[in-house]
């Protein structure tokens, strides 16, 4: 994992870090009249749309459970979350490329630049995911005390995200296929991944195979605690958990290998 050297580099850095998220978040609607409002209004139209076309208009129903919203829920529960994902990994694995500047600048702590990205995309996905929680506070669906799991599985996943990024991230900039591979490969796992459809529509032997999309248990975690407010079962997130580590391990690993020979390639 990380050493003492990176750590004090990074509070070192800190504060350029902090004003990196900032600048990122203003600049996304420096000149939209409307302006930060924005980022209210696109989630919240996501999720109206969501609940009236497929609760309402479609009239969608999750099997095993009572509540009209159950399934827009179960929806937005699975394309929230993984659209952090989708964030966090797309954007890492252009991280370096993005910022040659910078990592050519001996003094800069190079390992800045995935925390940015992870930053960047919580702040996102907390103003998202805290109007999700209104919602589900205001249609009386909010699963109470249960809701306090989502924290280690969001930890979890990302963990897995940024470990899964990093090796990406530096494998990219010697190898510039492996970027445009990952985009096609993400569209794939979206849909082997139980987000638009429950996992009972499948057949017995796609089912088994989800055991091999770490993901797929992770958007479960997510859909048990919101849709039906129980406990996940930790015990299918072990496998995601340790190969969260073994990629961060092996992220690291390649970044502190392969850094020199990264300011030559760019």
Same mark, same amino acid.
């Given at each position: 994992?990380?050493?003492?050297?990176?750590?004090?580099?990074?509070?070192?850095?800190?504060?350029?870090? *902090?004003?990196?998220?900032?600048?990122?978040?203003?600049? !996304?609607?420096?000149?939209?009249? &409307? @302006?930060?409002?924005?980022?209210?209004?696109?989630?919240?139209?996501?999720?109206?749309?969501?609940?009236?076309?497929?609760?309402?208009?479609?009239?969608?129903?999750?099997?095993?459970?009572?509540? +009209?919203?159950?399934?827009?829920?179960?929806?937005?529960?699975?394309?929230?979350?993984?659209? *952090?994902?989708?964030?966090?990994?797309?954007?890492?694995?252009?991280?370096?490329?993005?910022? =040659?500047?910078?990592? !050519? !600048? *001996?003094?800069?702590?190079?390992?800045?630049?995935?925390?940015?990205?992870?930053? /960047?995309? &919580?702040?996102?996905?907390?103003?998202?995911?805290? #109007?999700?929680?209104?919602?589900?506070?205001?249609? @009386?669906?909010?699963?109470?005390?249960?809701?306090? =799991?989502?924290?280690?599985?969001?930890?979890?996943?990302? *963990? $897995?995200?940024?470990? #899964?990024?990093?090796?990406?991230?530096? &494998? /990219?900039?010697?190898?510039?296929?492996?970027?445009?591979?990952?985009?096609? #490969?993400?569209?794939?796992?979206?849909? $082997?991944?139980?987000?638009?459809?429950?996992?009972?529509?499948?057949? +017995?032997?796609?089912?088994?195979?989800?055991?091999? /999309?770490?993901?797929?248990?992770?958007?479960?975690?997510?859909?048990?605690?919101?849709?039906?407010?129980? &406990?996940? =079962?930790?015990?299918?997130?072990?496998?995601?958990?340790?190969?969260?580590?073994?990629?961060?391990?092996?992220?690291?690993?390649?970044?502190?290998?392969?850094?020199?020979?990264?300011?030559?390639?760019?």
């Amino acid at each position: 994992m990380m050493s003492l050297a990176m750590i004090s580099g990074v509070w070192r850095y800190r504060g350029f870090v *902090l004003g990196s998220v900032k600048r990122e978040f203003q600049s !996304k609607y420096r000149n939209a009249l &409307l @302006g930060a409002a924005w980022t209210v209004l696109n989630p919240l139209a996501m999720i109206v749309v969501y609940t009236v076309i497929f609760s309402q208009v479609m009239g969608s129903r999750l099997p095993g459970t009572g509540t +009209p919203f159950a399934y827009s829920i179960y929806l937005c529960a699975g394309v929230l979350t993984w659209g *952090l994902f989708a964030e966090i990994t797309s954007r890492s694995q252009a991280v370096f490329i993005e910022n =040659a500047n910078l990592i !050519k !600048k *001996l003094q800069f702590p190079r390992i800045c630049l995935p925390i940015i990205v992870v930053l /960047n995309a &919580l702040v996102n996905f907390g103003i998202i995911f805290g #109007l999700f929680t209104a919602f589900l506070i205001v249609s @009386g669906n909010f699963p109470g005390w249960v809701f306090l =799991a989502v924290l280690p599985v969001l930890a979890l996943q990302i *963990l $897995f995200a940024i470990g #899964l990024g990093m090796i990406l991230g530096v &494998l /990219n900039v010697f190898f510039r296929d492996v970027g445009q591979f990952f985009t096609i #490969l993400l569209q794939f796992w979206f849909w $082997f991944t139980p987000i638009v459809y429950p996992v009972s529509a499948l057949p +017995p032997a796609v089912r088994e195979a989800l055991v091999w /999309n770490p993901m797929a248990a992770v958007v479960g975690a997510y859909q048990t605690i919101l849709v039906h407010g129980q &406990l996940p =079962a930790w015990d299918s997130l072990l496998p995601v958990t340790v190969l969260g580590l073994a990629c961060c391990a092996l992220g690291l690993g390649l970044f502190r290998r392969r850094a020199g020979e990264m300011v030559d390639e760019l």
